[in-house]
């Protein structure tokens, strides 16, 4: 009980909420200063190289998360054109170019990647017992060949005849997924860090909640106008996380204090979600509660859970059947979901369109694919986005079918076989778990794959740093609690 306590105590609470203040001031400040480099000065450089090269590794990476989440990504147009967001200066430090940043030529990676290459470096020197066993060793076998079929479809896609600058902008995000995910797999400590990484996304859902708040009620409304989106299109990817983090908490654990912080919390986060407008997070949630149902084994918790879905099933057909033509705020996620089932809206239709082109040069390429620097076969066009998109075809929305197009059958098994590992190490280490904190870490890590597949399919997921950092995230925490399960089995026999 005593151990099971200290896990609760180590919340890294205080400290995100701490560091992003710092990094949100920091920016503010570096704005009236002249941009990015002095952020990089204020905060950056002594705040980087103490949490990547001297804090314990643990803290570092927990650093790293709270970052990564918080701060913008700059190709995902904050605010979209609404408003300055304030993080403007930590986005294009933290997330731009160190090319831009500097004015250094070649230096097409940002900071966020090389942190995460010194925590990769510093991990594996740092190797406990459990990254050797089985489990540990298939999640590292698994983030290296998908590392080294990156670049093996780069290399066949340019020798084919592809352009080598929109190859980049393809490849980057997919060569950054196994870095990141190997500095979790090997940098984190086990079960000591799975609250805090819990706390950690829930706090940063919240904080960006506040932001999508503000931009409604304070930028928008008041000019008299519904914003396509709030914040970002990534936020969707934390948001669905932490609600699902929530969730696994309410079944696992049961109590009065953790029902009423996903009643708060959650259906602050389910606001905050309708204001940003993205269907695609209550899509995800729902793939995600799923995904973490059909986990869950024949048992008194699923017997539980069966109770109270023969509450909520029918209240929510009766919520959605009612709220489908009411234009009020207390139905808007019932409308978000008609939508995205009734798929009748100019965006859906487009995308119907994409998925077609790819379809069709998926037939071109069935077995190895066109490789990296190609563009999608356009035999049909749905509108002329290129003014503001000139690279459309080179990365379009449906992520699954373009990773399909690349690599044909060959290349998609081996590019996507990271989501079928990371289901499966989570899903076994949620069997494996031995308290509490185990058993809600691993089942939310189950939703969080799934909610990765479905931004994959729906908005771009391939090229979201912020889709990679939460798969890394799951992908570790899976096969570090198998490993540890294993490591003690061992131990034992």
């Given at each position: 009980?005593?151990?099971?306590?200290?896990?609760?105590?180590?919340?890294?609470f205080?400290?995100?909420?701490?560091?992003?203040?710092?990094?949100?001031?920091?920016?503010?400040v570096?704005?009236?200063?002249?941009?990015?480099?002095?952020?990089?000065?204020?905060?950056?450089?002594?705040?980087?190289?103490?949490?990547?090269?001297?804090?314990?590794?643990?803290?570092?990476?927990?650093?790293?998360?709270v970052?990564?989440?918080?701060?913008?990504?700059?190709?995902?147009?904050?605010g979209?054109?609404?408003?300055?967001?304030?993080?403007?200066?930590?986005?294009?430090?933290?997330?731009?170019?160190?090319?831009?940043?500097?004015?250094?030529?070649?230096l097409?990676?940002?900071?966020?990647?090389?942190?995460?290459?010194?925590?990769?470096?510093?991990?594996?020197?740092?190797?406990?017992?459990?990254?050797?066993?089985?489990?540990?060793?298939?999640?590292?076998?698994?983030?290296?060949?998908?590392?080294?079929?990156?670049?093996?479809?780069?290399?066949?896609?340019?020798?084919?005849?592809?352009?080598?600058?929109?190859?980049?902008?393809?490849?980057?995000?997919?060569?950054?997924?196994?870095?990141?995910?190997?500095?979790?797999?090997?940098?984190?400590?086990?079960?000591?860090?799975?609250?805090?990484?819990a706390?950690?996304?829930?706090?940063?859902?919240?904080?960006?909640?506040?932001?999508?708040a503000?931009?409604?009620?304070?930028?928008?409304?008041?000019?008299?106008?519904?914003?396509?989106?709030?914040?970002?299109?990534?936020?969707?990817?934390?948001?669905?996380?932490?609600?699902?983090?929530?969730?696994?908490?309410?079944?696992?654990?049961?109590?009065?204090?953790?029902?009423?912080?996903?009643?708060?919390?959650?259906?602050?986060?389910?606001?905050?979600?309708?204001?940003?407008?993205?269907?695609?997070?209550?899509?995800?949630?729902?793939?995600?509660?799923?995904?973490?149902?059909?986990?869950?084994?024949?048992?008194?918790?699923?017997?539980?859970?069966?109770?109270?879905?023969?509450?909520?099933?029918p209240?929510?057909?009766?919520?959605?059947?009612?709220?489908?033509?009411?234009?009020?705020?207390?139905?808007?996620?019932?409308?978000?979901?008609?939508?995205?089932?009734?798929?009748?809206?100019?965006?859906?239709?487009?995308?119907?369109?994409?998925?077609?082109?790819?379809?069709?040069?998926?037939?071109?390429?069935?077995?190895?694919?066109?490789?990296?620097?190609?563009?999608?076969?356009?035999?049909?066009?749905?509108?002329?986005?290129?003014?503001?998109?000139?690279?459309?075809?080179?990365?379009?929305?449906?992520s699954?079918?373009?990773?399909?197009?690349?690599?044909?059958?060959?290349?998609f098994?081996?590019?996507?076989m990271?989501?079928v590992?990371?289901?499966?190490?989570?899903?076994?280490?949620?069997?494996?778990?031995?308290?509490?904190?185990?058993?809600?870490?691993?089942?939310?890590?189950?939703?969080?794959?799934?909610?990765?597949?479905?931004?994959?399919?729906?908005?771009?997921g391939?090229?979201?740093?912020?889709?990679?950092?939460?798969?890394?995230?799951?992908?570790?925490?899976?096969?570090?609690?198998?490993?540890?399960?294993?490591?003690?089995?061992?131990?034992?026999?």
């Open positions: 009980m005593s151990d099971l306590k200290r896990l609760y105590e180590d919340s890294f205080k400290e995100t909420w701490i560091t992003m203040g710092v990094v949100f001031v920091a920016s503010v570096a704005s009236f200063l002249g941009g990015a480099a002095p952020a990089l000065a204020l905060a950056w450089i002594p705040l980087g190289f103490y949490y990547a090269v001297r804090a314990p590794l643990h803290i570092g990476l927990r650093m790293f998360l970052l990564s989440l918080f701060i913008e990504p700059p190709e995902m147009m904050p979209a054109g609404y408003w300055v967001t304030p993080l403007e200066a930590a986005n294009n430090t933290f997330y731009g170019s160190l090319k831009m940043l500097t004015g250094l030529p070649g097409y990676f940002s900071l966020f990647l090389l942190i995460a290459f010194i925590f990769c470096v510093r991990a594996r020197k740092a190797a406990k017992p459990e990254t050797k066993m089985p489990a540990a060793r298939l999640a590292r076998r698994t983030l290296g060949i998908t590392w080294f079929a990156v670049i093996g479809f780069e290399v066949y896609g340019i020798l084919r005849g592809g352009k080598l600058e929109p190859s980049f902008i393809q490849v980057l995000p997919l060569f950054t997924m196994p870095v990141v995910g190997y500095a979790f797999l090997m940098g984190l400590r086990g079960r000591e860090d799975l609250y805090a990484l706390n950690i996304i829930v706090s940063v859902a919240m904080a960006r909640s506040v932001l999508v503000w931009v409604f009620f304070i930028i928008c409304l008041p000019q008299g106008f519904r914003p396509e989106y709030a914040t970002t299109h990534g936020d969707s990817v934390t948001f669905a996380a932490a609600f699902l983090i929530l969730l696994a908490n309410v079944i696992e654990i049961r109590n009065r204090r953790t029902f009423w912080r996903f009643a708060i919390v959650g259906g602050g986060l389910l606001m905050a979600m309708v204001m940003n407008n993205r269907r695609l997070a209550f899509a995800s949630i729902a793939v995600g509660a799923i995904a973490m149902y059909v986990t869950l084994p024949q048992s008194k918790t699923r017997q539980k859970v069966n109770r109270y879905l023969r509450i909520i099933i209240t929510a057909g009766l919520y959605l059947f009612i709220g489908e033509g009411i234009d009020h705020p207390l139905f808007a996620p019932a409308r978000l979901a008609w939508s995205a089932f009734a798929q009748k809206d100019e965006s859906s239709n487009s995308r119907v369109v994409e998925n077609e082109n790819l379809m069709a040069t998926l037939n071109d390429f069935p077995v190895l694919g066109q490789g990296f620097g190609h563009e999608y076969k356009e035999l049909e066009k749905h509108g002329d986005i290129s003014e503001f998109m000139p690279l459309y075809k080179y990365v379009p929305h449906n699954v079918l373009w990773l399909w197009t690349v690599g044909g059958l060959v290349g098994v081996l590019l996507w990271g989501y590992v990371a289901t499966y190490l989570a899903a076994r280490a949620y069997r494996f778990a031995e308290n509490p904190v185990e058993r809600a870490s691993t089942l939310a890590c189950v939703g969080m794959v799934a909610i990765c597949i479905s931004n994959d399919w729906g908005d771009v391939a090229q979201s740093n912020l889709r990679i950092v939460m798969f890394a995230v799951a992908f570790a925490v899976g096969a570090r609690v198998c490993a540890d399960a294993e490591l003690r089995a061992r131990a034992m026999g």
